[in-house]
């Protein structure tokens, strides 16, 4: 049962501790999706605060609850401030609280912008190992950011086929940035726009800070090419039409201005989004549809794959003695004092 103590783990301890298990982020993710195929979590609605005059910066609350063995409730507060890039800061930053589901009571307060961007990460590279088919050799980047960053490695771990990379940002030194960190590849090349990345990868990683579509057309191809959409609005909707579209869930992903969004809203239904993540990976979909060579995944970030990669560092922590706990966090229940 909860004490009243309150354990405070920071970003480079998560990161530590996240690092020493890599795989096993992979599966909490997995395992929290097919835990939502069952009904054993409920991630409700973001709630999306905005500011007047500063349409790109937001704070998103994301509560959850994740059942079976987590038995777990929480909250992820993270604030995406962009123009922070500009003064050598990350874009993001974010703490998960997690709830005793016996008490309600606080357990946990975890420093989340490294649990957001591995949980992230290790959903669009799950995805692209479930819907792409046979053995990809180039990854391409859209936005050289830590997300990206982070999607690139778990892809590698999951698709060791990965031999070249190529990256396209709007800054030329971001991009020269990713491609000294992305060590491993034969061969690794800065692009000169987006379509040439789109057009030569076989797996892409869009992970910019566009609120609003700029990329109007996908250009041709004669290879099979999966589009890891997950900053959500680069793709204009019309370039979806053509695709085979899943996210990691159809009624999340089809709100807040989203590509898949406005297109159902020109559409009048959202019936081009075939599947979401717990039906692929429960079997209950088929991994893809074969006669669509361009498929788009798009995972609009539910609470519950924080939870459950927040639950994993929390038993690691616990496990090393890692983290600050404060004890008393609570006042003394009413009726005891």
Request: hydrophobic residues 50%.
């Given at each position: 049962?909860?004490?009243?103590?309150?354990?405070?783990?920071?970003?480079?301890?998560?990161?530590?501790?996240?690092?020493?298990?890599?795989?096993g982020?992979v599966?909490?993710?997995?395992?929290?999706?097919?835990?939502?195929?069952?009904?054993?979590?409920t991630?409700?609605?973001?709630?999306?605060?905005?500011?007047?005059?500063?349409?790109?910066?937001?704070?998103?609350a994301?509560?959850?609850?994740?059942?079976?063995?987590?038995?777990?409730?929480?909250?992820?507060?993270?604030?995406?401030?962009?123009?922070?890039?500009?003064l050598?800061?990350?874009?993001?930053?974010?703490?998960?609280?997690?709830n005793?589901?016996?008490?309600?009571y606080?357990?946990?307060?975890?420093?989340?912008?490294?649990?957001?961007?591995?949980?992230?990460?290790?959903?669009?590279?799950?995805?692209?190992?479930?819907?792409?088919?046979?053995?990809?050799?180039?990854?391409?980047?859209?936005?050289?950011?830590?997300?990206?960053?982070?999607?690139?490695?778990?892809?590698?771990?999951?698709?060791?086929?990965?031999?070249?990379?190529?990256?396209?940002?709007?800054?030329?030194?971001?991009?020269?940035?990713?491609?000294?960190?992305?060590?491993?590849?034969?061969?690794?090349?800065?692009?000169?726009?987006?379509?040439?990345v789109?057009?030569?990868?076989?797996?892409?990683?869009?992970?910019?800070?566009?609120?609003?579509?700029?990329?109007?057309?996908?250009?041709?191809?004669?290879?099979?090419?999966?589009?890891l959409?997950?900053?959500?609005r680069?793709?204009?909707?019309?370039?979806?039409?053509?695709?085979?579209?899943?996210?990691?869930?159809?009624?999340?992903?089809?709100?807040?201005?989203?590509?898949v969004?406005?297109?159902?809203?020109?559409?009048?239904h959202a019936?081009?989004?075939?599947?979401?993540?717990?039906?692929?990976?429960?079997?209950?979909?088929?991994?893809r549809?074969?006669?669509?060579?361009?498929?788009?995944?798009?995972?609009?970030?539910?609470?519950?794959?924080?939870?459950?990669?927040?639950?994993?560092?929390?038993?690691?922590?616990?496990?090393?003695?890692?983290?600050?706990?404060?004890?008393?966090?609570?006042?003394?229940?009413?009726?005891?004092?």
């Open positions: 049962m909860a004490t009243g103590d309150l354990r405070i783990v920071t970003g480079e301890q998560v990161r530590a501790l996240l690092e020493a298990d890599r795989p982020v599966e909490a993710v997995r395992q929290a999706y097919l835990a939502w195929g069952r009904g054993e979590a991630p409700p609605d973001s709630t999306f605060l905005r500011f007047p005059g500063r349409a790109r910066e937001r704070i998103i994301l509560p959850a609850w994740l059942g079976g063995a987590w038995n777990l409730a929480g909250i992820k507060w993270i604030a995406s401030f962009p123009e922070n890039t500009r050598g800061l990350d874009r993001a930053s974010a703490t998960l609280v997690l005793d589901m016996e008490t309600g606080p357990i946990a307060m975890l420093e989340s912008s490294v649990i957001s961007a591995w949980r992230t990460a290790a959903s669009a590279a799950l995805a692209a190992s479930v819907i792409h088919p046979g053995a990809p050799h180039t990854v391409g980047v859209i936005g050289a950011g830590l997300i990206a960053s982070e999607t690139v490695r778990f892809l590698r771990s999951l698709m060791p086929t990965l031999e070249r990379i190529i990256v396209y940002d709007l800054s030329a030194s971001a991009a020269d940035h990713f491609l000294g960190r992305a060590a491993g590849f034969g061969e690794r090349s800065r692009a000169d726009s987006a379509s040439a789109l057009s030569s990868a076989d797996v892409t990683v869009l992970a910019t800070t566009a609120i609003t579509p700029h990329i109007a057309e996908i250009p041709s191809a004669d290879h099979a090419r999966t589009l959409h997950v900053s959500l680069d793709l204009e909707p019309a370039c979806l039409l053509a695709a085979d579209n899943t996210a990691d869930d159809v009624h999340h992903v089809n709100q807040a201005r989203t590509s969004h406005l297109l159902s809203e020109q559409l009048g019936n081009f989004l075939r599947a979401g993540m717990a039906d692929l990976l429960s079997g209950r979909a088929a991994a549809d074969e006669a669509k060579a361009l498929r788009i995944f798009h995972p609009f970030g539910l609470g519950m794959l924080d939870l459950a990669v927040g639950a994993m560092v929390l038993a690691a922590a616990r496990s090393g003695g890692v983290g600050t706990v404060v004890e008393g966090f609570l006042p003394r229940p009413w009726r005891a004092s």
